[in-house]
């Protein structure tokens, strides 16, 4: 089964929509992509398997395109950007956070998903945006996931997923997602995460680096199943 990754800066926002009508988009070894070994060799063919692509779409968030801020990520330049498609027509509709990331989960601008505010944070509350905006307007079922898990996908989020969405709401998986893995409380170190609805908490152990966490369970969902029937989406 072939393994289609494509890659979303916030900056220049490609919807994961807009990915499953370009078959061609952004090609590479996750292996290169997630920095984690050979995964994409050995797939074994068999009539019965789903033809249809596997999905992994990585979004990296604060990384202007035009002042070169990728370039603190060699790698991902390397094996995604380099070997990839750029959007260069793009134009985001609405260049925040909240509401971006809501168009990327739901392929709606922002004047039709309502979510208009980036929310959640005491600072900066905003009760048009975050996570709970996102619930009430019911978006959290039309999600590229939702759709996809009633297409027979199997589908999983590893990472952020909305402003406001923290350590309260651990306990809440949105619809459409098998596997949740959603950061509550961000940071590097002493962070929380919703284990699939369980609230777990991390400190500031070496292991309990965020980022490689997350790697490693981005990672344990492409092994376990790659090699399953149904097509994923991580
Ligand atoms: C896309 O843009 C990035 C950053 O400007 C650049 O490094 C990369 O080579 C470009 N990729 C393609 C395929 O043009
Ligand atoms: C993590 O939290 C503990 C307990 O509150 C604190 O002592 C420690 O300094 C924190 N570590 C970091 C890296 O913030």
């Given at each position: 089964m072939r393994t289609l990754i494509t890659l979303g800066l916030l900056a220049v926002l490609i919807s994961a929509a807009a990915a499953l009508e370009q078959p061609g988009l952004l090609r590479a070894d996750a292996a290169a992509a997630l920095g984690a070994g050979e995964l994409s060799g050995g797939r074994k063919h068999n009539d019965?398997?789903?033809k249809r692509p596997n999905i992994i779409f990585i979004l990296t968030d604060d990384q202007d395109a035009v002042m070169g801020g990728d370039w603190h990520m060699p790698k991902l330049r390397r094996h995604l950007a380099n070997e990839g498609i750029n959007f260069t027509s793009y134009i985001t509709n609405f260049a925040l956070c909240c509401p971006s990331r809501s168009t990327i989960l739901a392929g709606q601008c922002s004047h039709n998903s309502g979510v208009v505010g980036v929310g959640g944070d005491k600072q900066i509350m905003n009760p048009l945006g975050g996570f709970q905006r996102f619930n009430d307007m019911g978006m959290e079922r039309k999600t590229v996931a939702y759709h996809l898990q009633q297409a027979g996908y199997r589908t999983g989020l590893v990472g952020k997923y909305l402003n406001g969405y923290t350590r309260q709401t651990a306990f809440h998986v949105p619809p459409g997602w098998d596997r949740w893995f959603g950061i509550g409380e961000?940071?590097?170190?002493n962070w929380t995460a919703s284990d699939n609805g369980v609230n777990v908490e991390f400190g500031?152990?070496?292991?309990?680096y965020s980022t490689d966490v997350l790697t490693e369970k981005g990672v344990e969902f492409i092994h376990q199943y790659e090699q399953d029937r149904r097509p994923f989406f991580l």
């Open positions: 019965e398997q789903d961000i940071d590097y170190y500031d152990r070496d292991e309990d």
